[in-house]
């Protein structure tokens, strides 16, 4: 019985979205199968990808160029939230996920196709990512995962793959599974299942280890206007040549990488190595800009509420959920006046933030002098910590022995 007559496939040109090619055709009765590689800027030639796909069945083979969308609508909101999962990870592989869901639902209402398919097997997050967006763009849309059904080894997708033409690997295949993008890469798998173990150095790819980054520090000026980074030392850049540049740097100094176990939503933990330093910078930035120029108040509530809230939101595939359009209105109304310029020195693999300044600076040397000749009311602070340490007094009086 079919599953579907047409489908849009999202395809990396792996084997395991080939193998899905021929498998939805043969296995599930699907007649047409058109492919969608997404350009996110992950440093990829993506015309042989287009070939390969039409090589392995397809009837058409389209590729998006999305880099732009990804980092003006995707990563620059995740900044203004200083978004990072488990207080680690800036979540640049859940960002994409949303965006490729997006332009799977606006292919297949374009060529009419009655489902979309992905490569995910049933237990990352990438499927609930995918599912929910897809969902929600369209409910009408049918979803088609043959990696959570097939039930085959790698092993087995290879060679069923030759029975369709589908050349296995030319060189030995890396035991890692890596997702890149514009904004980092996501190592899993091989030796890394053991939690004990050490990355090797060549799974990296983005940054230099410690030992190989120069010997002199550098210094950085990023300005941002309302929460989103406009210029590097004070030369305006598109939004896409600011976040490369930024990844270049960083890079160059070692600074970006994350080792951790992380939470996945289907209740499995698992070890992840990344590779983000644009975006880690960025939201470091960010952050300390937010301290500069928000009350205490916001900065608290943002902090404790809304940043945690949106980092999750965003790593469980709720990106189309009203809960984070709130969220966004409350994020931007905080952003007004986080503009200004933040320094920060690379080095060894440390980017530390070492100055800050801004028109809407709350900052006031005046009051945080240790000098003498100061405008705070000093007497005024015991009649405040009498009342403010009520409470506390009366319960240690009740309970002293
Ligand atoms: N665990 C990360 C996330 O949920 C990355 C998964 C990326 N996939 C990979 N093949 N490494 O966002």
């Not at 090589?55 to 995740?78: H, I, M, Q, R, W």
């Not at 949303?98 to 398919?117: F, N, R």
């Not at 900052?363 to 009311?377: A, E, Q, V």
Request: contains cysteine; glycine residues 8%; hydrophobic residues 40%.
């Amino acid at each position: 019985m079919s599953r579907a007559n047409k489908v849009v496939l999202a395809y990396s040109g792996g084997v395991d979205t080939s193998v899905c090619i021929p498998y939805l055709m043969k296995e599930w009765g699907v007649k047409e199968v058109i492919t969608l590689a997404a350009d996110l800027g992950q440093g990829e030639e993506l015309g042989p990808i287009q070939e390969k796909a039409l090589k392995c069945g397809a009837v058409e083979s389209l590729v998006a160029d999305a880099t732009e969308e990804f980092v003006v609508n995707y990563a620059f909101p995740a900044i203004k939230a200083n978004a990072l999962y488990e207080n680690r990870y800036p979540l640049s592989t859940a960002l994409a996920r949303p965006l490729i869901a997006k332009l799977l639902v606006e292919a297949a209402e374009k060529y009419g196709a009655d489902a979309v398919a992905h490569g995910c097997t049933g237990k990352g997050n990438d499927q609930v990512r995918f599912d929910v967006g897809i969902t929600a763009l369209n409910p009408n849309i049918k979803i088609l995962a043959p990696a959570r059904e097939w039930g085959m080894s790698r092993e087995e997708a290879i060679s069923y793959g030759e029975k369709f033409g589908i050349e296995a690997p030319v060189k030995k295949s890396s035991p890692f599974s890596i997702d890149r993008n514009l904004l980092g890469r996501s190592i899993e798998a091989g030796p890394l299942e053991d939690p004990m173990t050490e990355p090797p150095e060549e799974v990296y790819a983005l940054t230099k280890s410690v030992a190989d980054a120069p010997n002199e520090p550098e210094y950085v000026e990023i300005t941002f206007e309302k929460g989103i980074p406009v210029a590097i030392n004070g030369e305006g850049l598109s939004p896409v040549a600011l976040v490369t540049k930024v990844n270049e740097i960083a890079g160059n100094h070692g600074f970006g990488r994350i080792d951790m176990i992380e939470n996945r939503v289907v209740g499995i933990k698992s070890r992840e190595i990344y590779e983000a330093p644009a975006l880690l910078v960025l939201v470091k930035a960010h952050e300390d800009l937010e301290s500069l120029t928000l009350t205490s108040d916001v900065t608290h509530y943002k902090r404790g509420h809304v940043d945690e809230m949106y980092s999750r939101l965003i790593y469980e595939g709720l990106w189309y959920n009203p809960l984070k359009d709130a969220l966004d209105a409350f994020i931007n109304e905080t952003q007004k006046r986080v503009s200004g310029t933040v320094r920060i020195k690379f080095f060894k693999g440390n980017a530390t933030i070492v100055g800050r300044r801004s028109d809407y600076s709350l900052y006031s040397p005046d009051l945080s002098t240790y000098g003498g000749d100061d405008k705070f009311d000093h007497k005024a602070a015991e009649g405040f910590i009498y009342i403010w340490g009520l409470s506390t007094r009366v319960w240690a009086e009740k309970n002293r022995s």
